[in-house]
């Protein structure tokens, strides 16, 4: 279980293929606190430390995971957001965030306000993933707010603060993103499709 509240932006450093599977090895600050088969949050996905060097670490991504995400677009040398399990005594200061991508998204526009940046986002409307105004929605592992509800778009405003501590300052037009859906919100869908049986 995560909040969605990124401990840092950790980078590529390494990028082995092993058949289906890919292994990462990243470069952070956070890997000499890491345990071995502990969980960290990658972009929102939820993968599990194998090895840890010093200052990297590794994880591995089945095909499963690469299919419905996007690790499989990262390179040697990109950024990516990272956040460790919350502790369950700790305050909840993002959002009940699973670690589990439901699709991807595009970044469609990435706007400059006066003091803030606005990124909108379209997704595929097929798989009945929805969001609602002011609902919560985590991008790339990041708990935000949702602005602009629609069909398949939504927009989000990130503050200074997001902007230069997450992937966000990198993010640009036609770049392909993790959602997760908020969890409440999921659970309800389910349940009205059940009740319309």
Known sequence: ?????????GSISN???SGGNIDYTIKANLAKELKID????????CLTVVDIHNDTYKVTAIDETLN????????????????RGMKMNAHLDGHIVQGHVDQVATCERAETRDGSWEFTFSYDPKLMNVTIEKGSITINGVSLTVVNSKLNEFSVAIIPY???NTTFKTLKTGDIVNLEFDVIGKYVKRLMELKSQ
């Not at 502990?38 to 996905?45: F, T």
């Not at 419905?68 to 990272?82: A, C, R, W």
Request: no cysteine; proline share 0%; glycine share 8%.
């Open 68 to 83: 419905k995400t996007n690790l499989k677009d990262l390179k040697e040398g990109h950024l990516i957001n990272l956040e």
């Open 15 to 17: 990028i082995e293929t």
């Open 38 to 45: 502990q969980s960290v949050a990658h972009n929102g996905v």
């Open 1 to 9: 279980m995560f909040t969605g509240i990124i401990e840092e932006v």
């Open 162 to 164: 997001t902007y230069e």
